[in-house]
């Protein structure tokens, strides 16, 4: 995921016009995505893989499960929307 990001910036530089800002704003996006992923979906990873099933209440698990649900679908959508343009800016010429 992060060299996706460095490798968005890295374009820009190399592209001019349209093409430049289509990427920019797909890897802006993907950034975000990255951001996500790293502040709030991988301290609820590893809360998730430190657990207990046996002795712990599941309802703390339900909520916190609800709640990267719902990032997930965040970092889902702004893959898509860092897709879309930096796929358009490659296909234009």
């Known amino acids: 995921m992060a060299a996706t990001v460095v490798a968005c910036f890295v374009a820009v530089g190399a592209l001019a016009g349209s093409r430049a800002s289509l990427v920019l704003a797909g890897g802006a996006r993907l950034a975000c995505m990255l951001a996500i992923t790293l502040v709030r ?7 998730v893989f430190r657990w207990d099933e046996e002795r712990g209440d ?8 609800r ?3 719902a990032l997930h679908s965040v970092r889902s959508i702004l893959d898509v929307a860092g897709l879309l343009p930096v796929a358009a800016a490659a296909a234009s010429s």
């Open 67 to 69: 709640r990267w649900d």
């Open 41 to 47: 979906n991988m301290p609820i990873n590893l809360w």
């Open 58 to 65: 599941p309802e703390p698990w339900r909520r916190i499960r």
